[in-house]
Antibody, heavy 121, light 107 residues
Framework: EVQLVESGGGVVRPGGSLRLSCAAS????????MSWVRQAPGKGLEWVSG????????AYADSVKGRFTISRDNAKNSLFLQMISLRAEDTAFYHC??????????????WGKGTTVTVSS | DIQMTQSPSSLSASVGNRVTITCRAS??????LNWYQQKPGKAPNLVIY???SLQSGVPSRFSGSGSGTDFTLTISSLQPEDFATYYC?????????FGQGTKVEIK
């Protein structure tokens, strides 16, 4: 079964750091790009970051550029999101998603259930 | 960044109705447009990719059309399981951007 399982969420103070992980199974991980998408409480979807199959190309939303770093370990079928200088507005449910291509024409065809990040003092 | 605007923000419809949701991009995105369905408390689910290609396993009552800046998602005969929020998303460039969502509610 194709599956993505996120972990690492929690409660953190403003200015703090957190590292999210996403474990992939059921498919050849390094055949695909990957993305992180978040959803603040009661709000819509916001794409956060994406990475190509070998980690050689990454992209970020303007709202997180310079604070978040996406990476992957293909040997461990894992995706990561290192988040620093967290702000209240980063509070959201974070999903990882399989991205068919980080170049044009990609789409996110498999999604994890997500992990919650709460930034609060 | 490319801005995506959906309309309407919400709609009420009855089972069996035909429903159309529109999505407009702030610049041409050719046919690099995807649609997702999200039910409360669940992860999004891909419905349509590349403007008009039906994702495997998605019922044929869903269809997509459009190119350039204007796109539509149509549900030909609304079923009870279709009540959800629908998002368009451009994949022409990064950062990827989503529309604000259209909530389809029961009338």
């Amino acid at each position: 079964e194709v599956q993505l399982v996120e972990s690492g969420g929690g409660v953190v103070r403003p200015g703090g750091s957190l590292r999210l992980s996403c474990a992939a199974s059921g498919f050849t991980f390094d055949d695909y790009g990957m993305s992180w998408v978040r959803q603040a409480p009661g709000k819509g979807l916001e794409w956060v970051s994406g990475i190509n199959w070998n980690g050689g190309s990454t992209a970020y939303a303007d709202s997180v550029k310079g604070r978040f770093t996406i990476s992957r370990d293909n040997a461990k079928n894992s995706l990561f999101l290192q988040m620093i200088s967290l702000r209240a507005e980063d509070t959201a449910f974070y999903h990882c998603a399989r991205e068919t291509s980080l170049a044009a024409a990609g789409y996110m065809d498999v999604w994890g259930k997500g992990t919650t990040v709460t930034v609060s003092s | 960044d490319i801005q995506m605007t959906q309309s309407p923000s919400s709609l009420s419809a009855s089972v069996g109705n035909r429903v159309t949701i529109t999505c407009r991009a702030s610049q041409s995105i050719y046919r690099y447009l995807n649609w997702y369905q999200q039910k409360p408390g669940k992860a999004p689910n891909l419905v349509i990719y590349a403007a008009s290609s039906l994702q495997s396993g998605v019922p044929s009552r869903f269809s997509g059309s459009g190119s350039g800046t204007d796109f539509t998602l149509t549900i030909s005969s609304l079923q009870p399981e279709d009540f959800a929020t629908y998002y368009c998303q451009q994949s022409y460039s990064t950062p990827r951007t989503f529309g604000q969502g259209t909530k389809v509610e029961i009338k």
